[in-house]
């Protein structure tokens, strides 16, 4: 089915193992993107989808587990990577998907919930490792699922990465025991103390980010913009960091479904808390296409922060397989037809 498709780019700006201690930019110990996703694509094969979750959540937690759905290994040494994101509650009249189905082999129902049954949505990911590059694909959902998938990532590094994870004994209550990492499966744990990392961040493409920088004096409205929904609580978080950067103390109470919501402020800024507010922007992963903030111009422009980071559409024939899940060979064929245009965004 043809379809819009938007293709938002990040930065992989740490995937591996790191000392404690080094500057920010410095390689990993060992590991990295290229082994993570060969590891993790040989780690889920045969797997149920119950099996795959790399961390857990509780009830109350601002960001529910998510588990793999499929992953895919094209040309380029690129993937793309499937998740399913768990919506907290036991939610009916939503998809779902179920615990006992196969990666790569899922299907989702609309269905009555039960046990067995995982309520959510999928979400989409192109991994370039070559390139240290992940692309976001928006293809039917509000929320790309980006804090999920970096959890994934970082749980999987963290807890259950075959290559590099030492298990001891299960401790008390089946509790999962790390004794350390080696740089090798052969290897021995590694004598210092190691941080599992796995960190994303966006891409600015210039443009309006300098015009608001030569043009600072001339701002004199901040504006927030999103959709709050009981489905996505991360939002209601995202909403209030912006407000944060924004100096405003409190966001409005978060009790409608689906409801754009739009704060707007008079506000004067200096360079330097234009470049912070900027700075923050950048290091907040959003999880939704609908999450920005701009500012408003004396003369009535707006610049929107959004539309000065990497980001494409793209008319795709998108193969669907039921409601959520796509055919992913297909949709990878389709998005490296453009991949130098994407690369070059950032």
Same mark, same amino acid.
């Given at each position: 089915?043809?379809?819009?498709?938007?293709?938002?780019?990040?930065?992989?700006?740490?995937?591996?193992?790191?000392?404690?201690?080094?500057?920010?930019?410095?390689?990993?110990?060992?590991?990295?993107?290229?082994?993570?996703?060969?590891?993790?694509?040989?780690?889920?094969?045969?797997?149920?989808?119950?099996?795959?979750?790399?961390?857990?959540?509780?009830?109350?937690?601002?960001?529910?587990?998510?588990?793999?759905?499929?992953?895919?290994?094209?040309?380029?040494?690129?993937?793309?990577?499937?998740?399913?994101?768990?919506?907290?509650?036991?939610?009916?009249?939503?998809?779902?998907?179920?615990?006992?189905?196969?990666?790569?082999?899922?299907?989702?129902?609309?269905?009555?919930?039960?046990?067995?049954?995982?309520?959510?949505?999928?979400?989409?990911?192109?991994?370039?490792?070559?390139?240290?590059?992940?692309?976001?694909?928006?293809?039917?959902?509000?929320?790309h699922g980006l804090i999920n998938f970096g959890?994934?990532?970082?749980?999987?590094?963290?807890?259950?990465?075959?290559?590099?994870?030492?298990?001891?004994?299960?401790?008390?209550?089946?509790? *999962?025991?790390?004794?350390?990492?080696?740089? @090798? %499966?052969?290897?021995? #744990?590694?004598? $210092?103390? &190691? /941080?599992?990392? +796995?960190?994303?961040?966006?891409?600015?493409?210039?443009?309006?980010?300098?015009?608001?920088?030569?043009?600072?004096?001339?701002?004199?409205?901040?504006?927030?913009?999103?959709?709050?929904?009981?489905?996505?609580?991360?939002?209601?978080?995202?909403?209030?960091?912006? *407000?944060?950067?924004?100096?405003?103390?409190? @966001? %409005?109470?978060?009790? #409608?479904?689906? $409801?754009? &919501? /739009?704060?707007? +402020?008079?506000?004067?800024?200096?360079?330097?808390?234009?470049?912070?507010?900027?700075?923050?922007?950048?290091?907040?992963?959003?999880?939704?296409?609908?999450?920005?903030?701009?500012?408003?111009?004396?003369?009535?422009?707006?610049?929107?922060?959004?539309?000065?980071?990497?980001?494409?559409?793209?008319?795709?024939?998108?193969?669907?397989?039921?409601?959520?899940?796509?055919?992913?060979?297909?949709?990878?064929?389709?998005?490296?037809?453009?991949?130098?245009?994407?690369?070059?965004?950032?």
């Open positions: 089915m043809l379809q819009d498709v938007s293709i938002w780019v990040y930065d992989i700006s740490r995937c591996g193992y790191y000392a404690y201690r080094g500057a920010e930019d410095r390689a990993p110990l060992f590991g990295g993107v290229t082994t993570t996703f060969a590891a993790l694509e040989n780690w889920v094969d045969g797997k149920l989808l119950g099996q795959t979750a790399t961390y857990g959540a509780n009830e109350g937690d601002e960001v529910a587990e998510s588990y793999l759905l499929d992953i895919h290994h094209g040309a380029h040494g690129d993937y793309l990577v499937g998740i399913w994101n768990r919506l907290p509650g036991n939610r009916h009249h939503v998809s779902s998907v179920g615990i006992g189905d196969v990666v790569g082999a899922a299907s989702a129902e609309v269905t009555e919930l039960d046990r067995d049954r995982i309520p959510g949505f999928a979400t989409y990911f192109w991994v370039m490792p070559a390139e240290r590059r992940v692309a976001a694909i928006g293809l039917k959902h509000l929320s959890n994934y990532l970082t749980g999987f590094l963290k807890f259950i990465n075959p290559d590099h994870v030492v298990l001891g004994d299960e401790g008390p209550n089946n509790e *999962l025991v790390i004794n350390g990492y080696r740089a @090798a %499966p052969d290897a021995d #744990v590694h004598p $210092a103390g &190691i /941080r599992p990392t +796995f960190n994303i961040k966006s891409i600015p493409r210039g443009g309006d980010l300098d015009y608001l920088r030569q043009n600072v004096g001339a701002i004199s409205k901040v504006m927030c913009k999103t959709v709050i929904s009981t489905m996505e609580p991360a939002q209601r978080n995202w909403l209030q960091s912006m *407000l944060d950067v924004a100096r405003i103390a409190k @966001a %409005p109470a978060p009790n #409608v479904v689906d $409801a754009p &919501i /739009r704060v707007e +402020f008079p506000i004067a800024l200096t360079l330097d808390e234009l470049n912070a507010s900027i700075a923050e922007w950048e290091e907040d992963i959003s999880d939704s296409s609908e999450n920005d903030l701009g500012f408003r111009l004396n003369d009535g422009q707006k610049k929107w922060l959004r539309k000065s980071h990497a980001r494409e559409n793209k008319r795709l024939d998108v193969e669907w397989v039921d409601d959520e899940l796509i055919n992913l060979a297909a949709l990878l064929g389709q998005l490296q037809v453009h991949r130098a245009e994407i690369l070059a965004l950032g």
